[in-house]
């Protein structure tokens, strides 16, 4: 099993920005890759951002592309997302997601929830206009 635990989120004005973090811990893994969803209220759980385990590979949704930011931390088991320029339509729980089949990551996959094998518990972030 793997623990993942987030934290950073909170509320913001619009143009804003905050630092999401996630630490894992618990089984080890030689390679993983990491990333953040969100969901809205009465909505999808929808992909934002991945990053392979090397840090070479990065995957953005386009509605953050340009604003997010992320990165990572082999030595910390940590993930971070910088997310600037916040927007309302931003607001939702951001979820960090690991996947241990990061050699099978790519641009066509990388949005399918089913590909990742855990989650962390959430952390709201809420964009005010």
């Known amino acids: 099993q793997v623990q993942l635990v987030e934290s950073g989120g909170g509320l913001v004005q619009a143009g804003g920005s905050l630092r999401l973090s996630c630490a894992a811990s618990?089984?080890?893994?030689?390679?993983?890759?990491m990333g953040w969803f969100r969901q809205a209220p009465g909505k999808e759980r929808e992909f934002v951002v991945t990053?392979?385990?090397?840090?070479?590979?990065?995957y953005y949704a386009d509605s953050v592309k340009g604003r997010f930011t992320i990165s990572r931390d082999n030595a910390k088991n940590a993930v971070y997302l910088q997310m600037n320029s916040l927007k309302p339509e931003d607001t939702a729980v951001y979820y960090c997601?690991?996947?241990?089949?990061?050699?099978?990551?790519?641009?066509?996959?990388?949005?399918?929830?089913?590909?990742?094998?855990?989650w962390g518990q959430g952390t709201q972030v809420t964009v005010s206009s």
């Open positions: 618990g089984r080890t893994f030689s390679a993983y890759a």
């Open positions: 990053i392979s385990w090397s840090g070479s590979s990065t």
């Open positions: 997601a690991f996947t241990s089949r990061s050699h099978l990551i790519n641009s066509k996959n990388v949005y399918y929830t089913a590909l990742y094998d855990y």
